[in-house]
């Protein structure tokens, strides 16, 4: 029976492989969705540890939207003054501010005539420990200079000894650059645009702040954490607080995770559109391939064949087909993975280096799915062609006449009752947005299923109905097409149920998108309601 099983699948070696490649399509998009959120995971990491650098503690408001004068300057002195303090630093950033290069020089990022881009400006802290950031070319800035991050030098070309002004509503300053910049260990990333100088000078383009956004603290190797806090903590005013190096850490990795889950999920999305398809595909090909293989099962079954290996021979090809899909859609999804990191630097998104690799656990997940979902969608046509008594097997027109059953019917109007609710609720009922969307995903899945059982009993009364016109205007040709389409409705309705869920698909994307654009558009005309704006010059309201 194994030899026959793959003498078999040779035979129809074209249409198993054209029937695998949405296997392989649907896997490859679940391993790189994985593969891709574990690497930006591993490297946004690395980049956490770099923020955070030797911090231990941070004095920072307890509001975000407290003002930089909730942190009194005095306070540094104060806490540098602690035993067990190693060193603390305090950091005062004005965003945005305008940064305007000395005239010649080429300033990529501009408008047409207009070569001031908006920065965020920061004083530089000398202390290694508490900056993530270090000099690869040059100097520190001090009164009358600044430092400029690596990516804007390069994309504004700008090398040491270059002038530029520096600018907010309340003042301007023109400085020199001495130094240049990057994020420690994330060589490449771009951090935006970020120009770094001495605090004095800092707090001359935002007179009256006279204070810090935060103040961080490095603990002395003889002290620890909790008695370095325990001193720290009454010199808080109100509307401060303390956090450890677990909690600054925890918040910098939730706020790049959020991100990288979003890009997970809408891989995921299309992983279960895809690995749907298949299944839907993989039915159908099953079933067919059965109808045309039943005197064959047949005659199996006449010379002694049991109903159970012919249903392992059927689960067999199913297996087969499952990890041959499964371990090319890996390699594809490896490659997805790579491509897409790609595409992201190519559109001028620069990531920190992340790696491709492949975890047990991505895996094992592509395995169990892909062979998963081939084996279920091979089921029912396995279990249709052990049950056929010899007889009906190998009789070809009876073994293809199938008819309605009523057991069929009554299971394609409760899936298509169940998804219509199911629909309904998660488009008005449904207030939490992955119900929202669970709700409606499991509708959509359930109108199709429904549809799908419903099509042979409903293909015989539609193909009289449309070809009857057709037969009219073809004449001869119409009507044999009409009659050949009645003949066998499963094969019809398996036909037009593929091309169906194809259709489903792309209209549900195009409709995705227009409700957007719809839906963005009423929100931008509902908040600005004025006929004309003015605005100042200044990037800075």
């Known amino acids: 029976m194994l030899q026959l099983t793959i003498a078999n699948m040779r035979a129809n070696l074209g249409r198993l492989a054209l029937t ?6 649907g896997v490859a998009f679940v391993v790189s969705a994985f593969v891709l959120a574990d690497g930006l995971r591993d490297s946004f990491g690395r980049l956490t540890q770099e923020f955070v650098g030797g911090v231990d503690l941070q004095i920072r408001p307890t509001d975000d939207f407290v003002s930089s004068e909730a942190i009194d300057a005095e306070l540094l002195d104060a806490v540098i003054a602690i035993d067990g303090v190693e060193a603390a630093a305090g950091f005062m ?3 945005p501010v305008g940064f305007t290069p000395a005239s010649g020089k080429e300033v990529a990022d501009a408008q047409a005539g207009d070569e001031e881009r908006s920065m965020v400006a920061a004083n530089w802290v000398s202390v290694p420990a508490l900056t993530p950031f270090e000099i690869i070319e040059g ?32 003042g301007s300053v023109e400085l020199t650059l001495v130094g240049i910049s990057q994020l420690g260990g994330a060589e490449g990333f771009d951090i935006g645009g970020v120009v770094f100088t001495d605090l004095g000078t800092l707090a001359s383009l935002v007179p009256g702040t006279g204070g810090f956004d935060v103040i961080e603290i490095q603990v002395a190797q003889d002290a620890t954490v909790d008695e370095v806090s325990a001193l720290v903590q009454p010199l808080l005013a109100d509307g401060t607080e303390l956090a450890n190096r677990r909690t600054v850490a925890d918040e910098q990795a939730a706020s790049f995770n959020s991100v990288i889950g979003i890009i997970e999920n809408v891989l995921l ?11 839907f595909i993989i039915s159908n090909t ?24 012919i249903r392992r021979s059927v689960i067999t090809q199913a297996l087969l087909l499952g990890v041959l899909g499964s ?7 490896l490659g997805l993975a790579a491509g897409l990191l790609w595409l992201t630097g190519a559109l001028g998104a620069e990531l920190p280096d992340t790696s491709v690799g492949l975890s047990v656990r991505t895996l094992a997940v592509a395995l169990i799915v892909g062979i998963g979902v081939t084996l279920l969608a091979s089921l029912p046509p396995a279990l249709q062609a052990a049950r056929l008594p010899p007889i009906v097997a190998m009789d070809a027109l009876r073994s293809n006449d199938v008819s309605s059953g009523l057991r069929r019917s009554a299971a394609g109007v409760a899936l298509l009752l169940a998804g219509l609710g199911s629909g309904w609720f998660g488009l008005f009922a449904a207030q939490a947005t992955a119900l929202v969307v669970a709700a409606s995903a499991g509708g959509a899945v359930g109108m199709l299923l429904g549809v799908t059982f419903l099509g042979p009993v409903l293909v015989p009364g539609l193909v009289r109905w449309l070809g009857w016109p ?31 869920v194809g259709l489903a698909v792309v209209t549900s994307a ?7 654009k719809v839906g963005l558009g009423q929100v931008l005309s509902e908040s600005v309601t004025a006929d004309y704006a003015a605005f100042t010059n200044s990037p800075v309201d």
């Open 93 to 95: 950033a004005v965003d």
């Open 20 to 25: 695998g490649s949405t296997l392989v399509l």
């Open 327 to 333: 371990v090319l859609g890996v390699l594809v999804g």
């Open 139 to 170: 100097a520190p800035p001090g009164p009358g200079e600044f430092g400029l991050d690596a990516i804007t030098a390069e994309a504004e070309a700008l090398g040491l000894g270059d002038r530029a002004t520096l600018d907010t509503t309340q």
């Open 470 to 500: 057709l037969a009219r205007l073809t004449g001869t040709a119409g009507a044999l097409a009409s009659e050949n389409a009645r003949r066998n409705p499963r094969r019809t309705s398996a036909t037009a149920g593929a091309l169906m």
């Open 269 to 279: 999305g299309f992983a279960g559109i895809a690995l749907f398809v298949a299944a």
């Open 510 to 516: 195009v409709v995705v998108g227009e409700s957007l």
């Open 286 to 309: 099953f079933a067919m391939l059965l109808g045309q293989q039943m005197q064959e099962f047949g005659l199996l079954r006449a010379i002694g064949a049991e109903g159970a290996q």
